[in-house]
């Protein structure tokens, strides 16, 4: 059996990159495709569930993808430097393959509303993180504008190198099932990510990989919903903090996924978020970040309109590991704490 080389060498052909093309990878992609059958149950109809664990990525999400690729073309133009704007995965991801291509990684976060988790991995990873006074949404813009000033490269998904590394996740769906999925959810921010699935089930359907192509369903956090309500949010919240995203760069790209595909977007509560959440980790054993939940927390709420004997595929982009701070305050009724350290008071505690 061949070691996984990195989705780079896995999917070349497919791929912007030439013989001479430096290829920065972590050997990331080929992340698992997780059946989740007591989540299949909750539909009620025979329809098969699987999600496609992104968090599995080396940095922990789905960036790694788009990032092997952004960085190995930044990497053979001589870029010295690298910037973005990022609700947090981005900056992760971007400042591991910068730093191993040896590339200074700049990252704007909006001050105060990134994960834990994503905060310490861009700082150990060795990037400077600038957190700015502001929503992702504006640290979009300035990091554009100091892309077009200065001799920086910009890896947000506007960078179109990034999203010709996240179609490959499409692929790995496909070449698992043997076809298309009926449906695909999916969470969406910037949607760079549903811009970029669309890219490769449409890509793998012209070489004949697969017969058919999915319904895209798109979910946002009802508090960051723009896609939803046909118009941007100035002042977007939600607790899933990596989808907290007013203005989506890939706005066109996304709405004409939409047509193309018949499918539809919607907006899901963040209660409703964090039962996927719960549930997803407490039936499935499957723990992943609150904004990679909007998909089974969308999924289920528009379950009514899966089709009987659907193949449905939900994208769980990013680890739970990054938010731990929500996965504990979430928790409560489970967590005893402060109990004396003898058999009788945790015996007690447990209920015996
Ligand atoms: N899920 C997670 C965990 C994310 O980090 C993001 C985006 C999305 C979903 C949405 O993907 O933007 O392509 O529609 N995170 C970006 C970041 C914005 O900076 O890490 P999208």
Same mark, same amino acid.
């Given at each position: 059996?061949?070691?996984?080389?990195? #989705?780079?060498?896995?999917?070349?052909?497919?791929?912007?990159?030439?013989?001479?093309?430096?290829?920065?990878?972590?050997?990331?992609?080929?992340?698992?495709?997780?059946?989740?059958?007591?989540?299949?149950?909750?539909?009620?109809?025979?329809?098969?569930?699987?999600?496609?664990?992104? &968090? #599995?990525?080396?940095?922990?999400?789905?960036?790694?993808?788009?990032?092997?690729?952004?960085?190995?073309?930044?990497?053979?133009?001589?870029?010295?430097?690298?910037?973005?704007?990022?609700?947090?995965?981005?900056?992760? *991801? *971007?400042?591991?393959?910068?730093?191993?291509?040896?590339?200074?990684?700049?990252?704007?976060?909006?001050?105060?509303?990134?994960? #834990? &988790?994503?905060?310490?991995?861009?700082?150990?990873?060795?990037?400077?993180?600038?957190?700015?006074?502001?929503?992702?949404?504006?640290?979009?813009?300035?990091?554009?504008?100091?892309?077009?000033?200065?001799?920086?490269?910009?890896?947000?998904?506007?960078?179109?190198?990034?999203?010709?590394?996240?179609?490959?996740?499409?692929?790995?769906?496909?070449?698992?099932?043997?076809?298309?999925?009926?449906?695909?959810?999916?969470?969406?921010?910037?949607?760079?990510?549903?811009?970029?699935?669309?890219?490769?089930?449409?890509?793998?359907?012209?070489?004949?990989?697969?017969?058919?192509?999915?319904?895209?369903?798109?979910?946002?956090?009802?508090?960051?919903?723009?896609?939803?309500?046909?118009?941007?949010?100035?002042?977007?919240?939600?607790?899933?903090?990596?989808?907290?995203? &007013?203005?989506?760069?890939?706005?066109?790209?996304?709405?004409?996924?939409?047509?193309?595909?018949?499918?539809?977007?919607? *907006?899901?509560?963040?209660?409703?978020?964090?039962?996927?959440?719960?549930?997803?980790?407490?039936?499935? @054993?499957?723990?992943?970040?609150?904004?990679?939940?909007?998909?089974?927390?969308?999924?289920?709420?528009?379950?009514?309109? %899966?089709?009987?004997?659907?193949?449905?595929?939900?994208?769980?982009? @990013?680890?739970? #590991?990054?938010?731990?701070?929500?996965?504990?305050?979430?928790?409560?009724?489970?967590?005893?704490?402060? %109990?004396?350290?003898?058999?009788?008071?945790?015996?007690?505690?447990?209920?015996?």
């Amino acid at each position: 059996r061949q070691p996984w080389p990195g #989705l780079i060498e896995a999917y070349r052909e497919y791929l912007p990159v030439s013989e001479t093309t430096p290829v920065v990878t972590l050997l990331e992609g080929n992340t698992p495709l997780i059946p989740v059958p007591a989540i299949a149950e909750r539909i009620g109809r025979q329809v098969r569930v699987f999600v496609k664990y992104d &968090g #599995l990525n080396p940095t922990g999400s789905f960036k790694d993808r788009g990032m092997t690729m952004a960085i190995s073309k930044a990497k053979e133009a001589g870029a010295k430097a690298v910037i973005c704007a990022s609700t947090g995965n981005t900056s992760a *991801a *971007a400042a591991a393959y910068a730093r191993r291509g040896g590339m200074k990684a700049f990252v704007l976060i909006p001050d105060g509303y990134v994960a #834990l &988790g994503k905060l310490a991995q861009a700082l150990l990873y060795g990037a400077e993180v600038l957190a700015v006074k502001g929503n992702f949404d504006r640290a979009l813009e300035i990091v554009r504008e100091m892309a077009e000033s200065y001799p920086i490269t910009l890896v947000n998904s506007v960078n179109p190198y990034r999203l010709e590394g996240q179609k490959t996740a499409a692929f790995e769906i496909v070449d698992v099932l043997g076809n298309a999925p009926d449906w695909l959810c999916i969470p969406v921010g910037n949607a760079g990510n549903i811009s970029a699935y669309w890219m490769g089930f449409c890509q793998y359907h012209q070489v004949g990989k697969c017969d058919r192509l999915p319904t895209v369903m798109g979910f946002q956090a009802a508090g960051a919903a723009p896609l939803v309500n046909g118009q941007p949010v100035q002042h977007p919240e939600t607790v899933a903090t990596a989808i907290r995203i &007013g203005n989506p760069a890939s706005w066109e790209k996304a709405v004409a996924v939409k047509s193309a595909s018949q499918g539809n977007f919607y *907006a899901v509560t963040d209660e409703e978020i964090l039962d996927a959440y719960r549930l997803l980790a407490s039936t499935e @054993g499957v723990f992943c970040e609150p904004a990679s939940a909007a998909s089974v927390a969308g999924m289920l709420q528009v379950k009514d309109q %899966i089709p009987s004997g659907a193949t449905v595929v939900c994208v769980l982009t @990013g680890n739970g #590991l990054k938010d731990p701070d929500t996965a504990i305050k979430h928790s409560h009724s489970q967590f005893k704490q402060g %109990i004396e350290a003898e058999l009788g008071a945790v015996a007690a505690a447990m209920g015996f």
